[in-house]
């Protein structure tokens, strides 16, 4: 262990730290490799905010870790906003310690003067950012790890408007964080600072769900008609999704109940993230049993969303981020057009890692596509920097989807609401959510993606994702499953390499440590490492034209089969 890590430790043996952190710090001297781990490198911001393993250290989620965060993030609050009297907003999950954190992050706030808005009790984090417009707050914060293991717990900072920090705060903060120690954490709460709210803003954020979520053209009869299987997955979901669906009008719910009760240990899936086949088996069973039409399931903090429909056999079949995106996308643009509110000054919003499907669709109304960086704060960037425009929606790959402006994140609320809605209409016209996305393949092309994930935990995993990446950007891949790569998209060097003409440009977009390739046939294969859990991400897409529905089964299969040529040529497995 190097010095600097014993230095480390030492501090937290201080008095500095309570006697439990001391105790666990001593526990772990029999275990020199955890212990190393708690303390080789500090908690960073990433693509959902903080997140980690919970314990002792600095590599940990504690009181002191998210202590120094939040006098960092009250002292920047203040310089930006002098003389102003400050006020933020707080929620949490499910997750163990969540409502302790949130407590403590209260505290601070308090203790430096200003004002908090606490939630009673756990709430969606897409209410987090609804209640922080909503109650005029500077800034708000979500206690949540999103889908991530039940060990893990974070931090999520939300800004005025509503999103995710992004630059120029998201830096200026973290050096402001950096640059007070420990000791500087004022944990001295001002109770009457501190106020609680719940119900009357759970009231305000449904009613708005539903006003955004509705599809004009669907009727009460159509909404009866629908059988809807839901499940929390343990999560925050069920405070606000069977509210929202009964005030839309969806009387036929079937809640899977062994997941409806709130538990940090997701004690019926092995993960509790919708991306995972596994995580919608019971809720799979049980539309089985009720002949439902339509599966939905949502993570921890509600802001992602797994949907099953019924596919051309009637068997339930899930679909994944990108299929869910484009189709909710479709029937948002049929319903401005329909209302008579396109005129080429709208646009949706996406993805670099997002499915190429989406600009051609969009542009297929004359609506424009804009694409950022990974995560839903940068769609929340787009809508401020371009206030002249209107934004319809948005989504990412990770199975994430906002509809409208008034919440400004990933939003599993107002989400699930509109993939009832379009299944219910579907329904009602003799087709089917499953139909509907063929048809978009068959005027489009079929894109088809596959997300390949590689776990690589702790010091030494970190230490090999880095070298995955830097391999891949000094000895990159002149071709991949046989087709010549033509282009190299660097986000971290802000260059696009044109290898057919030995020509480089510049991308206009923040700088990531993204690499995509894009290949003869039209492939695109992006590799990153997530900003939230220890894993380096392979996004896989392919594409074919499908001239007709009858061939879907065909082209769906020869797609399979090409990217399963792509992972085993990049030795993906």
Known sequence: ??????????????????????????????????????????????????????GVGTNRINKYTLGKNTQGLANYLKLSYPNQALKVVIAYDCRHNSKTFAQVVADVFSA????????????????????LKHLQCHCGIVLTASHNPPEYNGYKVYWTDGGQLVPPHDKAIIDLINSIDFSDIN?????????????????IFTDSS???????????????????????LHGTAITAIPETLKRAGYNNLHIVAEQAEPNGDFPTVKSPNPEEPEALEMALKLAEKVGADIVIGTDPDCDRLGIAVRNLDHKLTLLNGNQTMVIM?????DQWKHRGKLNGNQFVGSTIV?????????????????????GFKWIAKMI????????????EESFGFMVGDFVRDKDAVTSTLLACEIAALT??????????????????????????????????????????MRNARQNPPVEINHSKVTTIDDYLNSTSYNLKNNTTTHIEIPKSNVLIFSTEDGSKIALRPSGTEPKIKYYISVNEPLKLRSNFEQIQQKLDTKIDSIVDSMHLK
């Open 1 to 54: 262990m190097n010095t600097e890590i014993q230095d480390k430790i030492s501090i937290w043996l201080s008095d500095v730290f309570d006697q439990n952190t001391s105790s666990e710090i001593l526990k772990l001297q029999n275990n020199p490799e955890e212990l190393e781990d708690c303390f080789y490198k500090d908690l960073e911001f990433g693509t959902g905010g903080m997140r980690g393993i919970m």
């Open 112 to 131: 430096n003067g200003i004002e908090v808005f606490l939630f009673e009790d756990l709430r969606p984090t897409p209410e987090l950012s609804f209640a």
């Open 187 to 203: 944990f001295k709460k001002q109770d009457h600072l501190i106020h609680s709210i719940g119900k009357p803003i759970d009231d």
């Open 210 to 232: 539903v006003k955004n979520g509705i599809l004009n053209s669907n009727t009460n009869s159509n909404r009866e008609a629908l059988t809807v299987v839901f499940t929390s």
């Open 329 to 333: 996308t479709k029937f948002l643009l």
């Open 354 to 374: 997002s499915t190429p499907m989406l600009p051609k669709l969009t542009s297929h109304y004359g609506v424009e596509c804009k694409i950022g960086l990974t």
């Open 384 to 395: 401020e920097e371009f206030p002249e425009m209107e934004f319809i929606g948005g989504g």
């Open 427 to 468: 329904k009602a016209n003799g087709s089917s959510f499953f139909q509907e996305l063929i048809e978009l393949y068959c005027t489009h092309g079929f894109y088809k993606e596959r997300l390949i994930s590689i776990t690589k935990k702790g010091k030494k995993g970190a230490e090999e994702i880095q070298a995955l």
